[in-house]
């Protein structure tokens, strides 16, 4: 079964991904820094889509994805988890469509890994505020 981003990204809202621009921009009401996190695929591509103000040809494709997590508590190991895993459900549902718009002539089977891994020192980050803030109530 064929699904675009914007489908997954509708069908997964309730458990990974933001559907809304409020949702997408919401920052939590103890006022931290925004709680999603940006999982980007991009690829150098043969496919020239523009030229720069010197002709020289633009190659560079990416797609976002922003992943919701205020729902999560991220100081438990389950939270934690659950975080990781919607950023590698995003990652590898934004390599695919980027497949899709951007076929390349070898297949780049490392896209989703790469994509996840650029990801993670926010999800860390982001887990380390968590933990620090549940150690501080105690």
């Known amino acids: 079964v064929s699904q675009t981003l914007d489908e997954a990204l509708t069908k997964f809202s309730a458990d990974s991904f933001s559907q809304t621009e409020e949702a997408i921009t919401a920052v939590t009401a103890s006022g931290s820094p925004r709680a999603q996190a940006i999982v980007e695929a991009a690829r150098a591509t043969t496919k020239v889509v523009g030229r720069s103000d010197i002709g020289a040809p ?4 990416s797609l976002r994805a ?7 508590d991220l100081a438990t190991s389950s939270g934690a988890a659950t975080l990781r895993s919607r950023v590698s459900d995003a990652a590898r549902l934004t390599c695919r469509d980027l497949d899709k718009m951007y076929p390349l002539s070898d297949a780049d089977p490392q896209c989703a890994l790469r ?3 650029d990801a993670m020192p926010q999800v860390k980050a982001a887990i380390a505020r968590a933990e620090s803030k549940a150690l501080a109530r105690r």
Do not use: G, N, P
């Open 58 to 61: 633009i190659e560079q494709m």
């Open 66 to 72: 922003h992943v919701r997590y205020s729902d999560l």
């Open 115 to 117: 994509t996840a891994d």
